[in-house]
């Protein structure tokens, strides 16, 4: 939580030292559900909820649902979505 806090709060300042909105791509869940580690994949997304109750940033996350080795089955896919504040199956 530290480092990332602090990672977070150096890129929410612009070159004149103003606060902005910070956004983060999340890409460790997929990489975890693809070697089938759900459980640590859930811990992420509840360590992402927290980081983003704690500071002023958007936590994006990109899964591939596919076809593809390592494919989560839909009560998996079911518990990572219920902990994001929305989700888009675009």
């Not at 997929?30 to 983003?52: D, F, P, R, S, Y």
């Not at 989560?72 to 989700?87: K, P």
Request: overall charge negative; hydrophobic content about 35%.
């Amino acid at each position: 939580m530290e480092g990332f806090g602090n990672l977070i709060r150096t890129a929410s300042r612009d070159a004149r030292g103003n606060q902005r909105r910070v956004a983060v791509f999340g890409e460790g869940v997929q990489i975890l559900l693809e070697k089938g580690n759900v459980e640590a994949a859930i811990e992420i997304e509840k360590l992402c909820n927290t980081l983003a109750q704690s500071y002023d940033v958007d936590i994006l996350c990109g899964y591939s649902l596919g076809d593809a080795e390592g494919e989560a089955d839909d009560h998996t896919i079911q518990r990572i979505c219920a902990e994001h504040s929305a989700v888009n199956s675009d």
